[in-house]
């Protein structure tokens, strides 16, 4: 086999791990599998590795990284997948997303949410939406914290051209399952307490590649994984950046 095939056969198996562990969390809390969506975290991975999983009938890929990610979907040219900007949002950053992704789960700020309104083009259908929730206390951190959530949701559901889907977070860094599931179901009740003021919220973006079955317990509908389908990534080219601490979230 030559290095490609083995790299494609390679992303084959762990393509099929990684449904298997969505398949077993889900039954293991009696849900249908069918309802947990995978997004292929593709940041940091070259073009060749998301051809090779899109052999195998993926389709939604997340990028946190702007530029990054544009020259992916030029490289790859094609209509029939779903782009997920799950990275940092920034004002200068406003219009591609708007005009190049299907979804955002980084929205944080109404400011941002006005502006991406207005630079949705009119031809696209409205971009979807999901609000990042902030559970602790660090202030580079992105997200908001919980109790900004209903006013925020509020004012993003009377933008027509933004459609808010659902939540998503990014827990503290933990190997415990239960303090992972602590997290997750708290994005799971402020999730429900939107859904009992109104608002028809579907999206519960929860779930890693080290934390995915936590997230599932405790409801996720879509679960963001990276390094779990495509082995170790390049460095984030921000990291570099001074001050961006801490380097994965800048
Ligand atoms: C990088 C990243 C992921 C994927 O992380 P893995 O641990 O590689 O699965 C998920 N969500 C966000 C927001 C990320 O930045």
Partial sequence: ??????????????????HAR?????????RDPSLIRLLAVSKGQPVTAIEHLRRAGQREFGESYLKEALEKMDALADPTL???????????KCRDIAQR?????????AGLADRLNRLRPPHLPPLEVCLQVKFSEEPRKAGIPPHELPRLAAHVARLPRLRLRGLMTIPRASDDIA????????????????????????????????????????????????????GPRAPNPAASLPGCTPPDRC
Avoid: C, K
């Fill in 179 to 230: 303090e992972q599931r602590a997290t997750y179901r708290h994005l799971r009740e402020l999730f429900d307490a939107l859904r009992r003021d109104g608002h028809s919220l579907d999206t519960l973006s929860m779930g890693m590649s080290g934390d995915l079955e936590a997230a599932i317990f405790e409801g996720s509908t879509l679960v963001r994984v990276g390094s779990a389908l495509f």
């Fill in 1 to 18: 086999m030559g290095l490609e095939s083995v790299a494609a056969a390679q992303t084959g198996d762990r393509n099929a791990a990684v």
């Fill in 82 to 92: 779903i782009w997920h900007f799950i990275g940092p949002l920034q004002s200068n």
């Fill in 101 to 109: 992704f299907h979804w955002l789960h980084s929205l944080d700020r």
């Fill in 22 to 30: 969505i398949r077993d969390a889900a039954r293991q809390v009696q």
